[in-house]
């Protein structure tokens, strides 16, 4: 973790400090809730005998609360809704990741 110091405004360095600290966290938590989502697709697929079908978040919990996750999971830490892309042999759960932009480096994604 870099600190930076601004001779002139030391509270501006303290704020880019703070945020970076705070994106950070944010990336945690859906890292996290991608991972609740991973471990109920896969009780799903293995009690189902086939990948979930869904257009998005609300298709996708209808089908896995309550009997595979209790949690409601439906957006990211930036409040961005998840993308859901899903065939009968593939899954991918996409987060925009900070910039709230489709297909750039800061996306986040889980794959099946």
Same mark, same amino acid.
């Given at each position: 973790?870099?600190?930076?110091y ?19 966290? !944010?990336?945690?938590?859906?890292? *996290? ?6 471990? $109920? ?12 079908? $869904?257009n998005?978040? !609300? ?10 996750? *209790?949690? $409601?999971? !439906? ?6 809704? !998840?993308?859901?892309?899903? *065939? ?6 996409? *987060? ?15 794959a099946?």
């Amino acid at each position: 973790m870099m600190l930076l110091y601004c001779k002139d405004r030391p509270e501006k360095a303290y704020e880019q400090h703070l945020v970076q600290g705070i994106q950070r966290n !944010f990336e945690i938590k859906t890292r *996290s809730d991608m991972l609740t989502l991973k471990n $109920a697709i896969q009780d799903y697929i293995y009690k189902e005998g086939n990948y979930p079908q $869904a257009n998005n978040m !609300f298709e996708l919990m209808r089908l896995l609360r309550p009997k595979y996750t *209790s949690e $409601a999971i !439906f957006y990211d830490a930036w409040n961005q809704e !998840f993308i859901v892309k899903s *065939s009968t042999t593939h899954i991918e759960i996409i *987060s925009k990741g900070i910039d709230q932009q489709l297909n750039t480096r800061d996306d986040l994604k889980m794959a099946m």
